[in-house]
């Protein structure tokens, strides 16, 4: 297989991530892996992605993107920008035939979403949407310990995921709260994570009933001309039912003091109860009723190379993985699936199903609170 | 003002708490209370109350409820008897003339709630609910922290109530699973708790919408002799409107392995941001957005004189309360109200309040989820 | 078994811990203790007495602390005086035939602990020095998983015990600091309590090599006329060689900011290692090298009634027992002892073992840090 | 400036995480450093070493260490094979003008270490030691935090570094348990690092009084042929004097079960206390004397952009930075002193001083547990 070449566009937060889960992926997971090539990386202004080219190590620069998707050489594009371009350049690339990483979550409507998942289809390349989250060895060892049965059946589930990125109430007024800018608000920034995880962890939901609520309506403009509508929700919480007959709740918050990248759930089974918190990723917390009752207790299971993929990154347990580490896994889950000619999970039809649950929570809201059906 | 006559009904786990705080409320709390006599319990059979009244320090024993309640010596009557028996003897009392401290829930129903708040109002006595939680030197301290301010305007709240007695699916069936004998399931037993904790901070709550789930809905029963169906909930979630403007959800379980006592709720401010769980009943968890950038961070406060009335119990900070010192501050906050003529918190009238709450998530849950308006 | 009539002096801190121990034991422990009588209550001055026995529900008050020693109504003498004061108390005590509950330290040196357990010697009645902390479950639930060998083999111990209240450097001089007034410093008020600990989890101690400091060499007077000499250490540290063949560590601070009630010991066993902090009493951490290796991890046990005599206070787990039960539990076992005519731990002889570890520990401290043999 | 020339000796834990520095140095820490070029790896065997090459993106194998030193296009070399090996590697690549960056500890023997140092003064290149712990961004915080002032003066630390790698007293004797291959045991393992925190945040140890334990004195050779002898200690123990006038203790052992990354450290100031622990990298633990008393608590900070060089990994607070990014920060430092024609911290001769440390307390320990000087 000759080597992968690698379009990035985008080079902020998620764009920096990308690029170092690219330089990292084969030399921490392995020759397994095919090898890649860092092609072509697109920003504006034309210097800043020559500088940011140089910084990352990619072989070429540009400032057009649509030229980047269409770049012969260029075999995977990865696409970091902010979310109202998502759909825009992932379509433009699944016309072109190539594969796509595309940051979460997909569009800003849902119809933007099922265009994408469509594309996706008829492109029958490769498609992965960046739930970094789900790539945690912590959180596959979850996973595990479930499908094992080592908690029996799941009954019951919580989960949050909250940051405070806007919780100062004098914070200016920015697109981010339109919603011909932005799409919803903390449900697509932080709670389409959090249903990554429960369905990750729960399977499929099958109806729910939510509230949301702008906590601060308006915001200081930032030219000073006056105060700006937020138009998108601060916070999310809905009732969950599953297919499987489970139960459960989630809940984010964008303006949640404190909290910088909380990310927690907990699964209750009829044996055991699993929780996991992102702020501590390298920990699970497991809790299973056996043993002397005077000893249970929910032990701190810190990550280490029992937990794959961990080894590949530090053969030592204890000795952590970072959030630039999920990326990483990520990236080489990607490569493994290309190399295979299968999918990689979750697929834009995948991740359709997480932004179909956003969504309803949002139509659930806007009713009153009223019942939604998924599926 | 002459002692006052203590009458207790029940020696099980809630009758041991109210001796033990009728024993020490005064010797801990000081002598600006009324002076107690322990006068008369009551259990069945005759020899277990004689026994108990020993050990207790009790003057007299009976086994006959309706005579302690009618008692003259008696002047306060300790209901910690099975829910389904705090409506009788409640009402009893209160004809009879007696201050009434009674366990939580008031009843099985709502109807008799309601009719016990009446019967409250009628006799003009002291009335007091065991919210035991809320007496917390934590608790208090952060309903002082949000009177202050020091977290800015309350827009979002979240609880968690949950324990693990009913998750063992070979549990045998007992009358705690029938309707007509318990009442509600997990809101009763366990819900109710966090319901005044979060009234407590966050105010009235305006409507909501809910669901709750039995996990095991059959059990075998005792005799062997088949199977017994479980009648009320296990697990209830909702998600709440309050008065303020606020939003927030509650959920509890009474089947969630490795929870023992657990009892959290986050409330989050404009400011900040505080954190309580009764597990570790002791400690704060506070956020304030102040100060240099870089030291901001949740701080761990551990209850200390400066939180009272712990200082009475131990001038020492870090030292530490136990559960049965939250009903002596209990029968404390009782025997002020007895002696200045007014009003113990939360009295019947109060907690109808409480009652209607989770009474409105069985409701809004039996109808599929529908929003329920309380007050 | 006539009721033992109960003699207090020192109506402070530890006064108060008593009082209220002696009206909770029976009445939480159970009717098999024998029946107490609270008869007489010694402090200064005399109106003081008074108003406490009213509070405390003493019969009788006194300013004479040697008439209560003497009295015939009294059995048992509660010493709870400042720490100069033991020594004169419990000989009289002793000398008069009683039973004596005496605070820690014994003394402010060695000879006159000496001399004290001597004394108990002689007068063949039970004795017992507050070592509260070792009265915990959780503590006590330790030392049975090492004793069944749940962890093997113990090879090391590690223990901190830090408190700030002499940790602001502004702080006024006070008799505390006084070698004649106050004895040793922070290893008298604090480090014999992390000794009684370390001892009873890992047997006695045959030597150590130590090093102590005083931070704060000079306090200002509080009369304003200058500053007095701290002649006592603020911290002291030890390496322990065990008569087992273990080794470990203890430190001690009464100047470590933060820190309120911190009293942390770890046991490093050959299959698994415990973990117990003072600041969270109600939780044992204990890992053990069996069951997969994927779900090894600390576990935390919630104390509950699978440690007794914690169910005596609360039949429910997770439901907590804060400082004062520490002290119920105490007086409990001295009743006992009463009962039954045996010993109470620690007695003055087996307290006076702890006082020798934390006089070597001085004694080293004070030759450089050279090796003190033990026994 | 011309790209460096990287050469890199070992693909084991330490030497993969050599490659991902290398790789992600300049990519997330900026083009203000120096380009590299991954020249040479050498590794046994040769196909090995063309493998690893391959999978880390080296240009050229080898299994020929002194070539890979003596290569001309390589700049600098990466040392991070057994202990045993580091004297003899370093000291050609000292000689061959070479920068080095070398794995802690130094040498087996404190004789061999000295020589590197001297070597180093005369060869005049950069050299590093891998102390990588004190890379991380928290701990340079509390280094901050400290010169600031934010806890007033230093008075006294305590650390503890700990793993469980040799718990198992069923575990194979090797050559770790033989002091001419080894040297020493957990203090050449862990303590250096442990030293490394102590003294970046104290400053230079004065003298000190230590203890070493052998816990398992034999271990079951190989072979079956019976049992072998363990030469090197498990645990140590100091108490430490700094010049400063502080005071402190450090302990180690690699046989504490559950264990996996602990390196704890705590310091005690005048007016507050710092606490880390690399379980929880991203964290750090700060208690400040100031704010209401009511409100005073450890605060946990987590790491941030707020905290240098965080944000050059992820831009967002409480994202979190794993094991392999503290090498990236490491390779970073050492880029930017080549650059500068300056020095790393801790060069060989920083690091003799760490060495010191170590050796002191085997020698004090080995006389029994005599004061030994430093400095």
Not at 61 to 82: G, N
Not at 88 to 97: I, P, Q, S, V, Y
Not at 303 to 324: C, D, I, K, M, Y
């Amino acid at each position: 297989m000759k080597p992968l070449g690698i379009g990035l566009i985008g080079t902020g937060f998620m764009g920096k991530a990308h690029a170092l889960a690219w330089r990292g992926a084969r030399a921490v997971l392995g020759r397994n892996l095919p090898e890649t090539r860092l092609e072509l990386l697109c920003d504006t202004p034309a210097d800043k992605a020559r500088d940011m080219a140089d910084q990352f190590g990619f072989a070429r620069a540009t400032d057009d993107w649509e030229a980047l998707v269409r770049d012969p050489a260029v075999d995977v594009v990865s696409i970091t920008t902010p979310n109202n371009l998502h759909h825009r350049m992932a379509l433009a690339a699944l016309e072109a035939g190539k594969h796509v990483w595309c940051e979460k979550p997909m569009a800003l409507t849902l119809a933007e979403a099922e265009e994408m998942a469509a594309a996706a289809a008829r492109a029958g390349t490769v498609t992965l949407l960046g739930y970094n989250y789900i790539r945690n060895p912590a959180f596959r060892h979850a996973q595990k310990l479930i499908a094992e049965g080592r908690i029996g059946r799941v009954v019951h589930v919580r989960g949050w995921v909250d940051e405070d990125y806007q919780a100062d109430p004098d914070l200016a007024w920015t697109w981010r709260a339109r919603l011909a800018d932005a799409g919803l608000g903390t449900l697509g920034d932080l709670g389409c994570h959090l249903v990554s995880l429960v369905v990750g962890l729960c399977g499929p939901i099958e109806s729910l009933i939510a509230d949301t609520q702008i906590i601060h309506q308006t915001r200081p403009l930032p030219d000073g001309s006056g105060r700006g509508t937020v138009e998108n929700e601060d916070t999310a919480t809905a009732i969950l039912r599953f297919a499987s007959g489970a139960q459960g709740s989630i809940s984010t918050s964008r303006s949640a003091w404190g909290r910088k990248n909380r990310l927690d759930v907990e699964v209750h089974g009829t044996k055991g109860m699993i929780c996991f918190a992102q702020e501590r990723m390298n920990e699970l917390q497991l809790y299973i009723n056996e043993g002397p009752k005077g000893e249970q207790g929910f032990r701190t299971i810190l990550t280490s190379p029992e937990h794959p993929p961990f080894g590949a990154f530090v053969p030592a347990p204890g000795h952590q993985l970072g959030f630039n580490d999920l990326k990483v896994i990520e990236a080489g889950d990607l490569l493994a699936a290309i190399r295979d000619g299968g999918a990689a999970y979750p697929s834009m039809a995948d991740a359709l199903g997480f932004e179909r649950v956003i969504h309803a929570i949002a139509d659930s809201a806007r009713a009153g609170g009223v019942r939604v059906s998924l599926g």
